[in-house]
Every structure is written in C-alpha cells, then in structure tokens.
C-alpha cells in the first residue's frame, strides 16, 4: 500500500512538472494532478493493453514506434475524463506522454529506489 501511495504521488508530481514542460497541457492544481494520476493508472491497466492489441501489426511494422501514439492516445482519454487535466491536441499529447513517462520514471526511481533494485 506504502509503494502504490507513492507512486500515485509521484506521477502527479510527475503530471504537473510536464504540465510546466509542455505548453499545450494544463492541471488546475494538486487535487487535479492527483485525479489525473489515478485516471492514468486505470486507463494504463484497462484501455492501453487493449489498444496495444488492436494496434500490433502497425506497431511490428513500425518498430514499436507506434506505442508512442498509443501513449498519446492514452493521455488524451485521460484528459477527457479528468476534470481540471487538459491536453491541447494530438502532438501536445505526444510530446507530453514522453515528458510524462521520462519524468514519472526519475520520480518514481527516486521516491522508491529498493523497488527498482
């Protein structure tokens, strides 16, 4: 329960340092980067598989390349159903799902490192 609370704090931390980053992304505040996180948590483990499967053969045939649209995607549904989270088009939501999955990972790799170990 302690790593899950900190990780949740650590992508919303991680949300509103891209929200800083990136000029066509935008958190209200804590308790929306807070929501926010919690939403990209659901959206990670219920809808990105999902699109992963759909997506395979353009993804084999790019490379992998493709599975940054499909975090692209995935951040822009996540803008959609967070109240206070808003992403400002499609290349927005590229650029920020690389800054967001940069940022997330040196958070996280700080706030839990006997985790990564």
Same mark, same amino acid.
């Given at each position: 329960?302690?790593?899950?609370? /900190?990780?949740?704090?650590?992508?919303?931390?991680?949300?509103?340092?891209? *929200?800083?980053?990136?000029?066509?992304? %935008?958190?209200?505040?804590?308790? +929306? +980067?807070?929501? *926010?996180?919690?939403?990209?948590?659901?959206?990670? %483990?219920? &809808?990105?598989?999902?699109?992963?499967?759909?997506?395979? =053969?353009?993804?084999?045939?790019? /490379?992998?390349?493709?599975? !940054?649209?499909?975090?692209?995607?995935?951040?822009?549904? &996540?803008? *959609?159903?967070? =109240?206070?989270?808003?992403?400002?088009?499609? !290349?927005? *939501?590229?650029?920020?799902?690389? @800054?967001?999955? @940069?940022? %997330?990972?040196?958070?996280?790799?700080?706030?839990?490192?006997?985790?990564?170990?």
């Amino acid at each position: 329960m302690k790593y899950f609370l /900190l990780t949740w704090i650590g992508t919303a931390v991680a949300l509103i340092i891209t *929200a800083q980053i990136v000029p066509g992304i %935008a958190v209200t505040g804590l308790g +929306a +980067a807070a929501i *926010a996180a919690i939403v990209l948590g659901l959206v990670n %483990a219920i &809808v990105r598989p999902l699109l992963i499967i759909l997506t395979l =053969p353009i993804t084999v045939v790019t /490379l992998g390349l493709f599975l !940054l649209v499909v975090n692209a995607i995935s951040l822009l549904i &996540v803008a *959609a159903l967070s =109240p206070g989270f808003v992403v400002n088009g499609f !290349l927005n *939501a590229l650029v920020g799902s690389i @800054i967001l999955s @940069i940022t %997330a990972s040196l958070i996280n790799r700080f706030i839990l490192p006997e985790a990564v170990d």
